[in-house]
């Protein structure tokens, strides 16, 4: 594995320099891989393996998605089939259903989890909170996950670009002795840029922080606060609305992500160099014991009970939606509706 120092701590990586795909292809020549769920996760990596030339087929229920699975050139019968099925098929079953359904159907893969097979995840949810999942792999089967940091929808259009997301892999059980190296060949398979090592526990803590942390949760409300002020005090929509997030996307993200926050700054006139440099660290420090909050509740596993209750009522779908139509519906996104209409590369 290659050693990386990441800011003075030396990490081991695998790259695919060193894992190449041919070796990918070699180590899984004889699986089958069986993706079960074709949600978010499961097109991006299903499509990944099968346009790197792994042998796949997609394990979903009738309906909608499953009719977007045909879209998207899985065949019924051949690459295609109902969740039993291609769970008998499958030599590596890849569990990507939500985290909250997993616990419904795990009694139906546990039975055609026999030994020698892998059982493949995307997340350490399931085996982490035991307690609250019931989810406990037979000890004759490989447990392992792959879990890309980033959205499946990025998953597959970064492959498609030719680029690829990191993600982060875990051998929770090693029953074949070969566990590890048929992870790391799942990791490539799925596209990933490059991996780096955790363990399952790690894994879905850090994940669930992220998420409700600065990724999804602390942006919005951040984003919310700031755009409430302005507003407050009298600016447009549109003015804080590009003073808080149009900018941040189109013209400042884009450079912290080529190179690093302080070229970004380097970047911006010495005017809002001063009054960032003065400003970031008040808002760390209101911040900090929000994510100290944050990160106890996912130790404790009441995140994991918050998420399994909401997610497993029989209409927690529509539910979501209410609260996404919610933020669709506000000022702010209704003012990014119309703001994100007038980028030029729109007409
Ligand atoms: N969404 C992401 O981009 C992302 C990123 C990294 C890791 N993960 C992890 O990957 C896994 C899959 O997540 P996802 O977001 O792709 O899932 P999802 O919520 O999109 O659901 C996947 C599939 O589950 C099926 N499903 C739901 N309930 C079912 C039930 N009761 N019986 C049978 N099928 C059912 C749906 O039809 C859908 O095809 C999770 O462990 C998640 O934490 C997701
Ligand atoms: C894409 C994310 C947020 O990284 C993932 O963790 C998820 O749960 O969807
Ligand atoms: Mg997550
Ligand atoms: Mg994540």
């Keep these: 594995m290659a050693q990386i120092n990441f800011g003075g701590t030396v990490e081991e990586v695998v790259t695919r320099e060193e894992f190449p795909l041919e070796k990918a292809r070699e180590v899984l020549a004889n699986e089958t891989i069986a993706v079960i769920g074709y949600g978010v996760q499961g097109p991006g990596q299903g499509l990944n393996m099968r346009d790197n030339g792994f042998n796949v087929i997609v394990g979903q229920r009738k309906g909608k998605t499953y009719d977007k699975a045909i879209a998207d050139g899985w065949v019924p019968g051949e690459t295609l089939f109902e969740i039993e099925e291609a769970l008998e098929k ?55 996950l792959v879990a890309p940091k980033g959205s499946g929808t990025s998953l597959r259009r970064l492959f498609v670009e030719g680029k690829g997301l990191n993600s982060s892999f875990a051998v929770f059980q090693n029953a074949t002795g070969e566990a590890r190296t048929k992870c790391i060949a799942m990791g490539i398979g799925v596209g990933s840029g490059y991996l780096f090592e955790t363990d399952f526990y790690r894994e879905v803590t850090s994940d669930l922080t992220g998420e409700r942390g600065t990724l999804m949760g602390a942006i919005q409300g951040i984003f919310a606060a700031q755009y409430e002020v302005l507003r407050e005090n009298g600016h447009s929509p549109s003015e804080a609305f590009n003073e808080t997030v149009e900018e941040l996307t189109q013209s400042l993200m884009p450079l912290v992500a080529e190179n690093g926050m302080d070229w970004m700054y380097a970047n911006c006139s010495t005017t809002a160099q001063r009054g960032a440099l003065d400003w970031w660290k008040p808002f760390k420090e209101a911040t900090k014991p929000v994510f100290q909050q944050l990160y106890n509740s996912v130790k404790s596993g009441e995140q994991a009970n918050i998420s399994i209750t909401r997610n497993s009522q029989p209409d927690y779908r529509e539910k979501l939606e209410v609260e996404l139509a919610e933020l669709r519906d506000s000022e702010m996104w209704q003012a990014g509706a119309a703001v994100r209409s007038l980028r030029p590369e729109r007409n």
């Design 90 to 144: 499958g030599t590596i079953i890849c569990f990507l259903l939500s985290d909250a359904a997993q616990i419904e159907l795990w009694p139906t893969v546990k039975k055609y989890l026999t030994a020698g097979k892998s059982l493949y995840f995307s997340h350490g949810f399931g085996v982490t909170y035991n307690d609250q999942t019931g989810i406990v792999p037979p000890a004759d089967v490989d447990v392992f």
